[in-house]
């Protein structure tokens, strides 16, 4: 399987333009369940200068401990490690009766903190107050703070904290002792802020708590909401929580006021808060506007789903939103629209795509003498090993991900076990000229080893044997029918149009979309096979592997394309084979159910895909 969708949890359209008064902003409206996601920009509507923007904000299940986030697939190596995956994102046009922009970019960032869909869905008035909108993220209540910037010195400082029930004095002294109502300050910022953070966390105080980041003490108030920032308080009370301090050598860092404490989360900048370096930020442009987004966010995933605490990055998903140049500019941009994950247009609902290559070609039924005709890659065979136990792939306990040896034996008198000595083998692909008595396979998958070599061995042999083992344990003996390049392939003298006959040998009429994954086997074979009486009554049609072949989905009731030929860098549509034929998997819940789909395919052949004109029908349920 090599595509999986993660369909929106999230999305809303935040917007500061004006109300149909034209005089009081929609600020406070809130677009969380509308079937729609606009993006806009209105200059000199209200007035010559004004200016209205429309932004949207989408979250996708990209960190979760179950099924359907992309962390757990990865944990569960349904997608492959970073490096081996491209994730895109997909959005899709909205046609509607306004004007729609020409020529513009939009502008996808993450979001640098957590925000609430909400239950609005007016996107004319602006009538529905929730959150998110263009000045709260969420209605989350949080904590005022405040922050302590130590300074590298032994010049006396106090800090005096003041909470509703206690005074916390901090003095400096020359120790590096931590105490309670002391911390040490001197050559070390950093040691002191520690000690600092110490203090506060283990005393007895229920009024604060403390992090500390390198010489930067963050200090919060124990009640959010309005009462944690002391200027909501009442005068008489005005104090409740304060900071304090004299610092004699610079008079810097130790003074400040607990601040931020709201009833809401606000955004730090109104319109919402993104990342802008260029791991987090990518650009999607369009020429006429009607155009769907499909651009490659990869880095930014594998920022939100690593295990690693250094460049990652929480998931609050991404806004959409016109470059600053379009937002800015004296000229309107409106009305760019897309459809929401409420949409009743299944595929049409934003989604996070996976794509990554997961053909295999194992070359054990179409492996070849090494030749002179071919480039040094193209002599290279590539065989596996399947580790099934109790129909399930499994790793070899003594091997796991490690390497595996394999070496080639001729056959016995009647040609079927390994006989005589190892046969070596040519320098090149898995082997190493400290050794051409052995291949060194590797660890592909779960239960799945592989192994390249060139074989040079006398064309006089009809089958070799591949043992697979570790030192002197052996572990599978494998049977191989090697072929002349030219026995398969005659007829240098002219350069045919080859054509095939194409079939889904397993495919059944209706699949269920419950999170099923089909293994689909392709029959191909030449199409100019005209075999005689005696070959058709004593052996099957051969199959003729097509090496590069590829299939697409699209939905019979109206042509619309599920999954796309995957021909580009990704190949993520691109079809394995193995001693049986050629074969994909496909991930029958990204479709719809009560739907009748077809699958085609295309073969790359002489330098050109060539479509072939089979179509294999199913329907979902």
């Known amino acids: 399987m090599a595509i999986k969708r993660y369909t929106a949890d999230a999305d809303t359209t935040i917007t500061n333009a004006y109300k149909a008064n034209l005089s009081t902003r929609g600020i406070s409206g809130n677009m969380g369940q509308s079937d729609i996601l606009e993006v806009f920009s209105i200059f000199a509507q209200a007035s010559s200068a004004s200016s209205e923007l ?132 001197g050559a070390d910022a950093s040691a002191c802020a520690t000690n600092i953070e110490t203090i506060i966390n283990t005393s007895a105080s229920t009024d604060f708590s403390a992090s500390v980041d390198s010489a930067v003490v963050t200090i919060y108030a124990a009640t959010a909401g309005a009462s944690g920032n002391s200027n ?61 987004i499909e651009l490659d966010i990869t880095p930014l995933v594998e920022q939100w789903v690593s295990s690693s605490l250094q460049g990652k990055k929480e998931n609050y998903g991404v806004g959409v939103r016109l470059s600053s140049t379009e937002e800015s500019a004296a000229s309107s941009y409106y009305t760019k629209m897309f459809f929401a994950r409420g949409s009743q247009f299944f595929f049409k609902r934003p989604y996070i795509e996976a794509r990554w290559d997961s053909s295999k070609k194992d070359n054990r039924g179409s492996f070849y003498y090494s030749s002179s005709l071919a480039p040094g890659a193209d002599n290279l065979n590539t065989i596996y090993l399947y580790n099934y136990v109790r129909g399930q792939l499994k790793n070899i306990p003594a091997i796991g991900t ?94 045919p149009n080859q054509q095939y006959v194409s079939k889904i040998s397993n495919l059944k009429p209706v699949y269920s979309n419950d999170n099923t994954t089909a293994r689909l086997r392709l029959y191909t074979r030449k199409k100019n096979w005209n075999p005689n009486i005696y070959s058709v009554a004593s052996q099957a049609a051969p199959i003729d592997l097509v090496e590069d072949a590829y299939y697409k989905v699209y939905r019979v009731d109206d042509d619309w394309g599920v999954i796309s030929y995957g021909t580009g860098s990704s190949n993520h549509t691109r079809l394995s084979y193995d001693n049986s034929g050629s074969y994909f998997d496909l991930d029958m819940s990204i479709l719809e159910p009560d739907h009748t789909y077809a699958i085609k395919f295309v073969y790359y052949l002489n330098g050109q895909y060539a479509e072939q004109p089979e179509e294999f029908t199913f329907r979902v349920e």
């Open 232 to 292: 909501s308080l009442s005068s008489s009370a005005a104090s409740i929580f304060d900071i304090t301090g004299s610092n004699s050598a610079t008079n810097n860092g130790l003074s400040g006021t607990f601040s931020g404490g709201n009833d809401f989360t606000l955004w730090a900048t109104e319109g919402g808060d993104y990342y802008t370096d260029a791991s987090s930020s990518f650009t999607a442009s369009f020429n006429s506007g009607l155009e769907d």
């Open 402 to 495: 490690g390497s595996i040896s394999v070496s080639i034996y001729s056959g016995s008198a009647a040609n079927s076990a390994p006989s005589g000595s190892k046969l070596q083998l040519s320098t090149g692909g898995d082997v190493a000229s400290t050794d051409l008595y052995s291949v060194t396979g590797g660890y592909v998958s779960t239960g799945l080893y592989s192994a390249s070599f060139a074989f040079t061995g006398s064309t006089s042999l009809t089958k070799v044997f591949d043992v697979w083992h570790s030192s002197s344990v052996e572990y599978f003996t494998g049977t191989i029918e090697p072929a002349n390049l030219t026995q398969r392939w005659p007829g240098l003298a002219h350069n």
């Open 54 to 185: 429309e932004r949207i904000l989408i979250k996708f299940p990209a960190t979760g401990t179950s099924a359907g986030y992309i962390s757990y697939d990865r944990e569960q190596g349904n997608i492959p490690i970073s490096g081996s995956v491209s994730f895109y994102l997909r959005m899709f046009n909205a046609e509607h009766s306004q004007t729609t922009p020409k020529n513009f970019n939009l502008i996808v960032s993450a979001v640098t903190q957590s925000w609430q869909e909400g239950l609005g869905l007016d996107m004319e008035d602006y009538s529905d107050e929730d959150e998110a909108n263009w000045i709260y993220a969420s209605d989350t209540d949080i904590a005022a703070s405040a922050s302590i910037t130590v300074r590298t010195n032994t010049a006396a400082n106090t800090v005096t904290l003041t909470g509703s029930n206690s005074n916390y004095l901090f003095t400096s002294i020359d120790d590096s002792t931590p105490a309670l109502n002391y911390f040490h300050i």
